[in-house]
């Protein structure tokens, strides 16, 4: 349901803008940067990484990381409306948006000035980008992968459920951990109203779980992004995230 109601109907055609748009900034040196940050935030995965495999030839090494770690966040859609739809507080869906979009420009700007540690890449040669009949079908099977990994994580996390002695709660994150969209949805269900759920809220939503890696690795494989490097940004986003929500929730609930 989450699929088909949430996802098809808004990534489907943002995913063909960002291909249709990356082949032209593919052709422009110095000028992608700025715009893959922009609409990587505004679309989420796994369109941000999507773009950014299109224009990575055009953009230095060491942005290259801190992009990542920008562009592979939760679409707005989702944070404002569809986990609001769970929780009906629309202030806690403006904080776990902010600490969310928080989270990941810090991420990015850590990775910034620690990339040149990461720096030793295989070098590729530059593909061409696709045309327009193309980006249809790239965009088509770009959202089959996601419906994919969204079915495939959710049963891993709903056979680790069923083992004896896994509380609701544990369930809930380990859910989360693995697909992020069914786990905020348990981990709304299973917690009380209160700041240890809004910062575990902000923390699943930063780390983005496995089903979200899986998806951008998918664009992100050829740059020489291995999944390792994925969990480790995500776990640096997920701490960051959950700090900024504890920030703003004393902030805005205790003012």
Same mark, same amino acid.
């Given at each position: 349901?989450?699929?088909?109601?949430?996802?098809?109907?808004?990534?489907?055609? /943002?995913?063909?803008?960002?291909?249709?748009?990356?082949?032209?900034?593919?052709?422009?040196?110095?000028?992608?940067?700025?715009?893959?940050?922009?609409?990587?935030?505004?679309?989420?995965?796994?369109?941000?990484?999507?773009?950014?495999?299109?224009?990575?030839?055009?953009?230095?090494?060491?942005?290259?990381?801190?992009?990542?770690?920008?562009?592979?966040? *939760?679409?707005?859609?989702?944070?404002?409306?569809?986990?609001?739809?769970?929780?009906?507080?629309?202030? $806690?869906?403006?904080?776990?948006?902010?600490?969310?979009?928080?989270?990941?420009?810090?991420?990015?700007?850590? *990775?910034?000035?620690?990339?040149? #540690?990461?720096?030793?890449?295989?070098? /590729?040669?530059?593909?061409?980008?696709?045309? &327009?009949? #193309?980006?249809?079908?790239? #965009?088509? $099977?770009? *959202? !089959?992968?996601?419906?994919?990994?969204?079915?495939?994580?959710?049963?891993?996390?709903? $056979? *680790?459920?069923?083992?004896?002695?896994?509380?609701?709660?544990?369930?809930?994150?380990?859910?989360?951990?693995?697909?992020?969209?069914?786990? &905020?949805?348990?981990?709304?269900?299973?917690?009380?109203?209160? &700041?240890?759920?809004?910062? !575990?809220?902000?923390?699943?939503?930063?780390?983005?779980?496995?089903?979200?890696?899986?998806?951008?690795?998918?664009?992100?494989?050829? !740059?020489?992004?291995?999944?390792?490097? !994925?969990?480790?940004?995500?776990?640096?986003?997920?701490?960051? #995230?959950?700090?900024?929500?504890?920030?703003?929730?004393?902030?805005?609930?205790?003012?």
């Amino acid at each position: 349901m989450l699929f088909g109601r949430d996802v098809v109907p808004t990534l489907l055609p /943002y995913m063909f803008f960002c291909r249709i748009l990356g082949r032209r900034l593919g052709q422009r040196r110095g000028r992608c940067g700025p715009v893959v940050l922009v609409l990587g935030l505004l679309g989420g995965s796994p369109s941000g990484a999507a773009l950014l495999s299109q224009c990575a030839y055009e953009i230095p090494e060491k942005k290259r990381y801190a992009l990542i770690a920008v562009v592979s966040t *939760i679409s707005p859609m989702f944070l404002l409306n569809t986990v609001n739809s769970w929780v009906s507080d629309p202030l $806690l869906c403006r904080l776990l948006l902010c600490s969310h979009v928080l989270g990941a420009l810090l991420a990015g700007a850590l *990775i910034w000035k620690t990339a040149p #540690s990461w720096r030793k890449q295989p070098v /590729y040669e530059e593909k061409v980008p696709a045309v &327009m009949g #193309s980006a249809i079908m790239q #965009s088509v $099977l770009a *959202i !089959l992968n996601v419906g994919g990994c969204i079915v495939v994580y959710t049963v891993i996390a709903t $056979l *680790i459920q069923r083992f004896p002695g896994i509380s609701p709660q544990t369930g809930a994150l380990v859910h989360a951990a693995l697909e992020v969209a069914g786990g &905020m949805k348990a981990l709304c269900g299973v917690y009380p109203v209160s &700041m240890h759920r809004a910062v !575990l809220l902000a923390a699943a939503a930063g780390f983005g779980g496995m089903s979200i890696m899986a998806q951008n690795h998918e664009f992100l494989a050829d !740059l020489g992004i291995s999944k390792r490097k !994925l969990i480790g940004i995500g776990l640096l986003k997920a701490g960051l #995230s959950a700090c900024m929500m504890i920030i703003l929730y004393l902030f805005c609930f205790r003012s």
